[in-house]
């Protein structure tokens, strides 16, 4: 506590200060000759870029992973996928958990930072459960795919696959080693009938999305009714968009043979499920997602800006945000002036930060796909998906991504930055050193609204 008050970094700057160091530290060993096949030194945008969408587990890249990272490149990136997914903060923690010390007050305020905990109670019981869950759900993953890869790939190869893919996508970074297989940027294209492969995977994102709070109340609460409210509008939620978003693809995309239309017809509702699985910040893809039908990617950038839970490792505006803003919705139409769910009041703190959020999100999303059709001439539906797949750290694209323009590029990376860290995490780290009240009550004043 006194080292943060001494230096005037507060736990959440700590955060952004750290992921930004993180970034730039990969960036310089993606740049080293032996990152890359050939032996030369990538370019720098390209190893910033590439850098930036691990650490922000996003999955965007502006060369194919497989076909020019090396084994060293391609373990650099997996170590930022796991710093990225479960936070530089919540892994420093395990050397003090290893040699069995007492963590510090301090140490204790990043931990519940970088999992956005609202404070610093039970947050070393969540950190700690959060670690092992990891490693026994990558480790699971990890197992399962390698009884597909191993015979595909052999031995060595098919276990680093195994392990590439199981922490990518538990962590929702999307990153695969497929290209030399199934050609470049193909990620799942080649397994979207493995059912293996496709059910693992989604287990992973799925998992890995919900949050450390979720599983941890799971861990204590062992059924629904003592679930926590939180932990219920995350799966409740969690379970409407993935079923809705399945439903919608199948009826939209059934017959388009860019997409579904092509596939056997026992493969179209599993590649559905798959696609609305994995717009929840994942970033893999069974199919071009240039050919999607408007509406499809219409419905494809909301997911992509909702994204996963608070405290986990996927991006977005997080479930709970939405699930606020549709409760302050409709008990706005209702005239009523307290948001209300489940006989329970939510703090009108708490919905005007779900507000601030989401219009900050909206005009940062709306400002960054005009920029990006202007600067790299390409239609709005399609900047409008790139930009959604960066901010909610999603990683699909409609195929635009490999022929980024240098300004453009550097328009992603920070767009890829402010999505992981969080707009509003990094708006209080960086704009205001407290919470801003007025010192003076001002009389009401009446204004018309609509």
């Known amino acids: ?24 530290l990969g960036a310089l060993l993606l740049r080293l000759p032996i990152a890359a ?40 990136i997996l170590v930022l996928l796991q710093l990225g997914g479960l936070g530089f903060v919540t892994l420093m923690s395990l050397v003090p958990f290893a040699l069995h010390r007492r963590i510090g007050l301090a140490q ?13 109670a039970g947050v070393v019981r969540v950190v700690r459960h959060a670690l092992m869950g990891t490693l026994l759900a990558e480790g699971l993953g990890a197992a399962l795919l390698a009884t597909r890869f191993v015979p595909i790939f052999g031995l060595g190869r098919g276990l680093w696959f195994s392990v590439f893919h199981s922490v990518s996508a538990f962590c929702n970074g999307g990153f695969d080693l497929f290209g030399g297989y199934s050609g470049p940027y193909s990620s799942l294209a080649a397994f979207r009938g493995d059912l293996l492969v496709m059910v693992t995977i989604m287990a992973l994102i799925i998992v890995g999305g919900l949050g450390f709070f979720v599983w941890e109340d799971l861990l204590d609460a062992r059924c629904w009714r003592k679930l926590r409210l939180y932990s219920k509008m995350v799966l409740g939620i969690t379970v409407a968009l993935i079923g809705l978003g399945t439903l919608f693809f199948c009826c939209a995309e059934w017959d388009n043979p860019a997409t579904l239309g092509a596939m056997p017809v026992w493969e179209r509702p599993l590649n559905a499920l798959f696609q609305s699985v994995t717009l929840r910040t994942a970033g893999y893809a069974t199919f071009d997602q240039a050919g999607l039908r408007d509406s499809s990617a219409v419905l494809s950038i909301i997911l992509m800006l909702i994204g996963g839970s608070s405290g986990s490792t996927a991006g977005g505006l997080k479930t709970v945000t939405m699930g606020v803003l549709l409760l302050a919705l409709r008990d706005g139409l209702q005239g009523r002036e307290e948001v209300v769910f489940r006989h329970r009041t939510i703090p009108q703190r708490r919905v005007m930060d779900a507000m601030t959020l989401a219009l900050t999100v909206l005009l940062l999303f709306l ?8 600067m790299d001439r390409v239609p709005f539906v399609q900047a409008a998906f790139e930009v959604a797949s960066g901010m909610g750290t999603v990683g699909v694209t409609m195929g635009i991504t490999p022929s980024l323009t240098v300004g453009s590029a550097l328009l992603m990376v920070a767009l890829m930055f402010l999505g992981r860290v969080g707009i509003l995490s990094f708006s209080i780290a960086f704009l205001t050193r407290k919470q801003a009240e007025h010192k003076i009550s001002y009389p009401a004043t009446d204004v018309m609204i609509g």
């Open 108 to 120: 204790r305020m990043r931990m519940a930072s970088s999992l956005n905990m609202s404070g610093v």
């Open 367 to 374: 400002t960054g796909s005009m920029a990006l059709s202007l």
């Open 1 to 24: 506590m006194d080292i943060l008050a001494r230096k005037k970094l507060n736990p959440t700057r700590y955060i952004v200060l750290g992921f930004g160091g993180i970034i730039l």
């Open 37 to 76: 096949w050939d032996g030369q030194a990538t370019p720098w945008l390209v190893c910033l870029f590439t850098a930036t969408s691990a650490t922000c587990v996003t999955g965007l890249v502006l060369v194919d992973t497989a076909l020019h990272w090396a084994p060293f490149g391609q373990g650099v």
